[in-house]
C-alpha cells in the first residue's frame, strides 16, 4: 500500500529513471502487499480465493503506477526544512503498509469483528480508493512543491485553491482514508488502533508543518488557516486573525 510518507525526492541533477522502470518499482511494492496479505490470511490460496483482498490489491497497483508515472515528487531547492525524527518518518512508512495484512489476520482468526459485515467491508475498499486518490491528487497539484520533508521552496506560492481549498492537508487526509479503508475492509477492528496511531503522527506533522507555513507566509497564512481545515473542511464560520 503506498505509505504515508512520499518516498524521497530526486536530488537535482539526478537522472530521473525511465517510466517503464518507475512502473515496474511499483508492481514491486504491490507485491510486498500482496505477499504480506497472503501471510495473514494464511497462504496464497486464500488471497486469491479473497475478493475483497484482490481488490484492494487492484486499487494499490493503479494507485501505486499512477504515482510512478506522474512523479510528482521532484527535485527542488529548499530555504527551510524541518527533519522528523527517523521514529515518525518509520512509523509513517511502516503503519499504512501493516494495518491492511494485521486486520486481514484479524478477519483470518476471528478478532474483534467489526458489525456491518460485507457492507462494511466494501465500503473499506472504496475508502482505500478514494483516499489514494486524494493523496495522489493532493501531491500533483502541488507540483515540485510536494516534498516528504517538512520544507518550504525557494520562490514557495501558498496554495489554496483545489482540493486545497477548504483543507489544508487534502494529502494526509487521504493517506489516513486509505489506511483507514484497508483496516475496514477486513471486517476486524484489530487494525484500527494502528489507523488512530497514524492519524495522531500525522496530526502532529501537520502542525509542525503549520508552524512553518506562518513563519514564511505570515498574515496570508493566518487567514488562510481562520477559513479552512486541517483535514476535514471548517463547518463554523471563518475567524479572521488579528494582525
Do not use: C, K
Not at 94 to 109: H, I, Q, S
Not at 134 to 159: C, N, T, Y
Not at 209 to 215: K, P
Amino acid at each position: 500500500m503506498t505509505s504515508g510518507v512520499p518516498t524521497p525526492q530526486n536530488a537535482p541533477g539526478r537522472r530521473i529513471p525511465h517510466p517503464v522502470v518507475r512502473a515496474a518499482l511499483a508492481l514491486v511494492v504491490t507485491g510486498l502487499d500482496a505477499a504480506l496479505l497472503a501471510l495473514a490470511l494464511g497462504g496464497a490460496a486464500p488471497l486469491l480465493a479473497h475478493p475483497r483482498a484482490l481488490a484492494l490489491l487492484a486499487v494499490w497497483l493503479v494507485g501505486a503506477v499512477t504515482l510512478a508515472l506522474l512523479r510528482p515528487v521532484r527535485g527542488h531547492d529548499a530555504t527551510a526544512v524541518e527533519r522528523d525524527p527517523p521514529f515518525v518518518l518509520l512509523a509513517l512508512f511502516l503503519l499504512p503498509l501493516l494495518t491492511p495484512p494485521v486486520a486481514a489476520f484479524g478477519e483470518r482468526v476471528g478478532l474483534w469483528p467489526l458489525p456491518g459485515a460485507a457492507p462494511l467491508q466494501w465500503f473499506g475498499v472504496a475508502l482505500s480508493g478514494v483516499g489514494l486518490a486524494v493523496r495522489i491528487a493532493a501531491m500533483a497539484q502541488l507540483g515540485p512543491r510536494f516534498s516528504p520533508l517538512l520544507a518550504v521552496q525557494r520562490e514557495h506560492a501558498l496554495e489554496t485553491h483545489g482540493l486545497y481549498a477548504r483543507v489544508r492537508h487534502p494529502g494526509y487526509l487521504g493517506a489516513l482514508l486509505a489506511a483507514l479503508g484497508g483496516a475496514l475492509a477486513f471486517g476486524s477492528a484489530v487494525g484500527l488502533p494502528l489507523v488512530a496511531v497514524m492519524g495522531l503522527l500525522l496530526w502532529a506533522r501537520a502542525g509542525r508543518e503549520e508552524v512553518m507555513l506562518e513563519r514564511y507566509f505570515g498574515a496570508a497564512y493566518r487567514n488562510y488557516r481562520a477559513r479552512s481545515g486541517r483535514f476535514l473542511p471548517r463547518l463554523a464560520p471563518p475567524r479572521m486573525p488579528s494582525g
